[in-house]
């Protein structure tokens, strides 16, 4: 059968792709492979559910709850929370499966589901397949008693705030923050994990209505951020997305700052304090040059991985790395978290800031970024772009006439027909004079 699962869980367009019943099949999939291994301590295995605000979560976590259920499974309901904070949960209270109803930063019209096995980690690509197979496996229903319980946890919220608290080591006082939640999952737990913390904090997007969630705010969309910041006068401003798994940033004279700095702000305060493991931080491919460079600079190294959380997240668990993240604000702290986590990722920058007594334009401004061009060229034979010599020799032309000062990545999308021309260069006139000119070859070359 095709594969269900993405990079990501299963995601698509609500009561469309994802409907009520894919939900409760996988769910019923999912609980009777956790049987079928008996990978679990008590008379029957435990699952944690929560969900971000969307609509659609309503009526997709009454069907995971009712699969998992009927398959066995004690299920505890944690309600709206954070995906960071389910995995969390999924640890704190030793549940044998955690599950994720969220579409993390897509429009409000999707909807998604992702699984966490034992202590909140991201499922492996081989028990991925085997919850698929067991979709179009006969089974036996347990019967009476031996169906799951099913109850709701009454303080999620409040013990995921609690452990954020706990991994910063002084007070926020005398920094005005505004931060941005997207109407989203953690349109309680970030403001109060931030008031607790000790900051003054200036909340927008904190009044879901099921329908706007990452619409217009949040990490996709900084402009309210920014105008909030200025018009308050904040130290800084925070954008979340809609599961709070990222975090991006403005400083107090609106610039952004994206997840590149934020990294690099975050492995120069974990290396002086010994906790980051080898001196090295954990990025993708598309992180920019500047980021490397800065890193460098600091005698930092990076692991570069293919992009995608769970490519750095993969890279991590096998090294030992501490620390990793994407661009996008996608950010790993990996001894307080088993994902990323946008709130947590705040709290640390903000200590760095007391720490320091610099603001965030100060502290990230040891990354220069240089101008990056992406242009996606679609219509063409993506699985032959690794291999076409024209194609290969236009790539080395141009790297070679960048030298050091600049970078060039051609990447095949995941998803659809069209490969993806990345170009760094000391100019944004140069680089997308370079991406123009090979988005030209990719073209001529690949095309169907």
């Not at 792709?17 to 079928?36: G, I, P, Q, W």
């Not at 120069?268 to 990025?283: N, Y």
């Not at 076409?388 to 080395?396: I, Q, R």
């Not at 790297?399 to 970078?407: I, K, N, Q």
């Amino acid at each position: 059968m095709p594969r269900i699962f993405g990079t990501d869980g299963v995601r698509g367009l609500a009561n469309g792709h994802l409907t009520a019943e894919l939900a409760l099949d996988l769910s019923v999939a999912a609980a009777r492979v956790l049987v079928d291994r008996g990978e679990y301590a008590g008379p029957r295995p435990i699952a944690v559910v929560g969900r971000d605000t969307r609509i659609s979560g309503q009526f997709l976590e009454h069907a995971v709850v009712a699969g998992l259920a009927s398959a066995g499974v004690d299920v505890v309901r944690l309600r709206v929370l954070p995906t960071p904070g389910v995995a969390y949960m999924t640890h704190a209270l030793g549940a044998d499966l955690g599950v994720v109803i969220s579409a993390s930063h897509n429009p409000m019209p999707d909807n998604g589901i992702k699984f966490l096995s034992r202590g909140g980690l991201k499922l492996d690509d081989a028990v991925e397949r085997d919850i698929e197979a067991h979709l179009e496996m006969a089974w036996e229903r347990p019967l009476g008693g031996e169906v799951g319980r099913v109850s709701p946890y009454a303080t999620p919220v409040e013990e995921y705030v609690d452990h954020l608290l706990s991994t910063i080591h002084r007070p926020l006082t005398g920094l005005k923050v505004v931060l941005d939640c997207a109407h989203g999952a953690a349109h309680e737990a970030g403001p109060r994990a931030l008031r607790q913390a000790g900051a003054e904090v200036i909340a927008i997007g904190v009044e879901p209505d099921g329908l706007n969630i990452n619409d217009g705010c949040g990490s996709t969309h900084l402009g309210p951020l920014r105008e909030a910041v200025l018009e308050h006068g904040a130290d800084v401003g925070f954008a979340l997305d809609g599961d709070a798994d990222r975090c991006l940033a403005v400083d107090h004279e609106g610039n952004t700052v994206d997840g590149d700095q934020i990294l690099a702000v975050l492995a120069i305060a974990m290396a002086e304090s010994g906790q980051l493991v080898k001196d090295t931080v954990v990025a993708t491919v598309m992180s920019n040059l500047g980021f490397v460079q800065a890193m460098k600079a600091a005698g930092l190294g990076v692991r570069q991985t293919k992009v995608g959380d769970r490519y750095v997240l993969e890279a991590m668990r096998v090294s030992g790395y501490t620390l990793g993240g994407e661009q996008s604000g996608h950010v790993i702290m990996s001894e307080h978290a088993t994902t990323g986590d946008g709130i947590l990722t705040a709290l640390h920058v903000l200590d760095r800031m007391v720490a320091t007594g610099q603001s965030l334009a100060s502290l990230a401004g040891v990354v220069t970024r240089l101008p990056q061009v992406l242009v996606n060229v679609p219509g063409v034979d993506k699985t032959r772009a690794d291999d076409d010599p024209v194609l290969a020799a236009a790539v080395a032309e141009e790297e070679y006439a960048l030298g050091d000062t600049g970078r060039v990545l051609l990447r095949p999308s995941g998803t659809e027909s069209l490969v993806r021309v990345m170009v760094e260069a000391p100019t944004q006139e140069l680089a997308q004079d370079v991406a123009d000119r090979l988005a030209g070859v990719v073209h001529a070359q690949l095309a169907l």
